[in-house]
């Protein structure tokens, strides 16, 4: 499972947990959510750490990922040949060929 999908339900669990303690209370039920909400988000800096971390890394990666394939697109638009046959989404097309749109 995805760190970033095990992260979010755990926030959700946490939510819903605090929520439920929270039912006995003669509250409204507005406020029992805002409390829930504040304080299981500050369980989950405590008890989530682990997934949070795992789901950072996750974003970092692909983040990097994302940030080198944006300069090899750059590098290919400018011109560089090696740049634009690395990339795998590159494709050679002749565009001689084909024909023009010929909707009305």
């Given at each position: 499972?995805s760190p970033?999908i095990?992260y979010?339900f755990?926030r959700?669990?946490l939510?819903?947990?605090?929520?439920?303690?929270?039912s006995?209370?003669?509250?409204?039920?507005?406020?029992?959510?805002?409390v829930a909400?504040v304080?299981?988000a500050?369980l989950?800096?405590?008890?989530l750490r682990k997934?949070?971390d795992?789901?950072?890394?996750?974003?970092?990666s692909i983040?990097a990922?994302r940030?080198a394939?944006?300069?090899?697109?750059?590098?290919?638009?400018a011109g560089?040949?090696?740049?634009a046959?690395a990339?795998?989404?590159?494709?050679?097309?002749?565009t001689t060929?084909?024909?023009?749109?010929?909707?009305p």
């Amino acid at each position: 499972m995805s760190p970033a999908i095990k992260y979010t339900f755990g926030r959700i669990g946490l939510f819903v947990i605090v929520f439920v303690a929270l039912s006995p209370t003669p509250l409204n039920i507005l406020v029992k959510a805002m409390v829930a909400f504040v304080a299981s988000a500050g369980l989950s800096f405590l008890l989530l750490r682990k997934w949070r971390d795992e789901m950072a890394e996750q974003l970092g990666s692909i983040s990097a990922k994302r940030t080198a394939e944006k300069d090899r697109l750059r590098s290919a638009l400018a011109g560089d040949e090696d740049a634009a046959a690395a990339g795998d989404r590159v494709v050679a097309a002749d565009t001689t060929d084909k024909a023009p749109d010929s909707r009305p």
